[in-house]
């Protein structure tokens, strides 16, 4: 998660409260020792305002740090929170203020919290207007053969064709969303080896010739999660025509997925995981692959971006 609040020392709370519980049992005793050692020498009453308004400006002292290192920053907090409840974006603005250390990291869980919960509305919302626009096509083709057989035009084959064509693609598009959200789904961390996770990709893909580099190194992703979105690339891979797929794993930790198929033309390379955005839909693809792969990783803390200077289609996986 991104920095929302400055990273500065700050004192615990138990510093905090133990300071201003013991400046209020000490305060009293000092200044009747005060009185004590000063009223001969300056008279009782002289001493006594003395000692008061001494004790008075060092309450003064007191409550402005409890102000400034308690009430204050749970204020802007509360301010925060309520502009994130009333539909203001979190933003990038560093709050100052925290406080304490305990502050600071309920600060930070919070702004983190709404961050995640503004990115998972805006997800559904995109989803539902890109689910909405790709299954207009199919839908429109299933009303138009309906309405051919509801004239009386005769049972014609590629009128069935065209409506188990548009229903299957209904299907993939559907298979890809419950996808997409088991994908956001977070899991338990765990650390991930590609030599633990060769024997099932070569398997699941048997046309395709997986070469690993780094197979040893372990990448802090749970495996599961891991396995599944290589899976979602080898796939993409082997929709584009790719023989050969070499998968180097570096102690950064990063991994870099790289295939030798035609590679992504630069006027997608800034569409590639956006939501069922394919080229190859005649041939069912669904759009959805890289869009699953990024999701699982995002899950998972990690980012996947495209490499474009590569013959291929190359990704970087950093975890």
Not at 134 to 143: C, D, S, Y
Not at 210 to 222: F, R, S, T
Not at 257 to 271: A, H, K, Q, T, W
């Given at each position: ?19 201003a519980l013991a400046a209020v049992l000490t305060l009293p005793i000092l200044g009747l020792f005060a009185l ?284």
């Amino acid at each position: 998660m991104a920095r929302r609040l400055d990273r500065k020392w700050r004192p615990p709370l138990l510093l905090v409260l133990g300071g201003a519980l013991a400046a209020v049992l000490t305060l009293p005793i000092l200044g009747l020792f005060a009185l004590r050692m000063l009223a001969p020498d300056w008279g009782f009453r002289l001493a006594a305002l003395t000692i008061g308004a001494v004790v008075l400006l060092a309450t003064a002292v007191l409550a402005f740090l409890l102000w400034r290192l308690l009430l204050r920053p749970i204020q802007a907090l509360a301010r925060r929170a309520a502009r994130i409840r009333a539909g203001h974006a979190v933003g990038d603005q560093v709050l100052k203020h925290f406080g304490t250390q305990e502050l600071r990291d309920l600060g930070q869980s919070v702004l983190d919290m709404g961050a995640t919960l503004q990115n998972r509305e805006s997800t559904i919302r995109s989803f539902t207007d890109h689910v909405t626009h790709e299954l207009k096509t199919p839908l429109t083709a299933i009303k138009g053969a309906g309405e051919m057989l509801e004239d009386g035009e005769p049972a014609d084959p590629r009128l069935l064709a065209t409506i188990r064509a548009a229903v299957a693609q209904m299907e993939r598009q559907l298979v890809a969303l419950r996808r997409v959200a088991a994908a956001r789904e977070p899991m338990a961390g765990g650390r991930a080896t590609l030599d633990d996770l060769a024997a099932d990709l070569r398997a699941a893909h048997p046309g395709l010739e997986l070469v690993i580099d780094g197979g040893q190194v372990a990448l802090p992703i749970a495996p599961a999660r891991l396995e599944a979105a290589l899976t979602q690339l080898l796939a993409n891979a082997a929709q584009h025509g790719a023989g050969r797929v070499v998968m180097v794993a570096g102690e950064t930790p990063e991994l870099i997925v790289e295939d030798d198929g035609p590679g992504i033309s630069e006027g997608n390379r800034d569409r590639i995981f956006a939501p069922f955005f394919t080229t190859r839909r005649e041939t069912g693809g669904t759009g959805m692959g890289l869009n699953i792969a990024q999701a699982i990783l995002q899950a998972q803390g990690a980012e996947i971006i495209l490499l474009p200077e590569r013959p291929g289609a190359a990704f970087l996986i950093r975890f």
